[in-house]
């Protein structure tokens, strides 16, 4: 199986990384616009081949996308990242331009892929990707809702003193510093909710420590983080490439589910072979509701800003 990464940055070199060591495809291309960087990447990347021990096919290439013919699975994580302060959808100026080119090409030379966006404004640039690619909605994926729930169940073991491999948790909605929602009613440590072990206040402060997980990395990092995006897209691709059907969170085309249309925003889906195999529409109870509604305001207002390139 053959997965191309666009931006062999910090975080897509990082995905690539993760997803050679953990043997996910059998050859990875990596894509840059910056000449050699991305063959260097996929160099270093190969020569921890023999002391990792896999045989993961790497592929640098500075902007020939002849390389990607025939991916598998492509993902776009060209674009700038934010810098302390910022937001993320203060990227979209530069990083739409970015993507839709880059999605254009990829799809040239690979007409069946599978599509993860990763750029920020990411709900925005998977919008974008659709509308721009014309594909069906299964193929179309944003990558949000899996990190967002890593932090979330990062934040839970912390607070509850108990390993993160023992808590389930979900982030839903935009992955913006305001619009993520994550499910503190559903959230279980073994099975059990975990509001038996914390108290609303402290519920309330994982959730808020959830909601701005990227914004500390930056302020601490002086740009956005790149380990954990780069293991959650490596947990998506996996996902896809071995037909898991787990459900993620992830940021896709609405039609009526949650009360939008649309609109790609996180939502728990099962993810397999063809990408998006179902959207799984739970029940929210009302405030989780009233969130999503203004979750989705917030996105839909920042797809507003497309108008220019999506003509
Ligand atoms: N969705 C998420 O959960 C998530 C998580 C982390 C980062 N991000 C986003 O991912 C993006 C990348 O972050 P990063 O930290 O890797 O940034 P980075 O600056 O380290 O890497 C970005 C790479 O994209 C390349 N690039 C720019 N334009 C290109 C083009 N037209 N074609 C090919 N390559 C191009 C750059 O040369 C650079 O190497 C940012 O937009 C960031 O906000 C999203
Ligand atoms: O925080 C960012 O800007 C990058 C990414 O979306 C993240 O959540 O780490």
Redesign the pocket.
Known sequence: MKVTI???????ATCADAIAYRRIASEIVL????EG?AEGKALDIMQTQTTLGFNTKMVGST?DYAKTANSDVVVI??????KPGMT?EE?IGI?AG?VK??AESLLQHSPEAIFVI???P?DTMTYLTFKSLGLPKNRII???GT?DSSRFKTYLSLALDKPANDIQGMVIGG?GDTTMIPLTRLASYNGVPVSEFLSAAELEKVSADTMVG?ATLTGLLG????YA?GA?VSFLVDSILNDQKKMIPCSVYLEGEYGQSDICIGVPCIIGKNGVEKIVDITLNADEKAKFAKSADAVRAMNGDLKSILG
Do not use: E, K, Q, Y
């Open positions: 666009v931006g062999a940055g910090n975080v897509g894509v840059d616009i910056r960087f902007n994580t060209s674009g700038i990242p934010r993320r990227l990083n970015i080119s880059v990763v750029s920020n990411m944003g990558m949000g990190l992955h990227g740009t956005s983080a790149w995006p959650s």
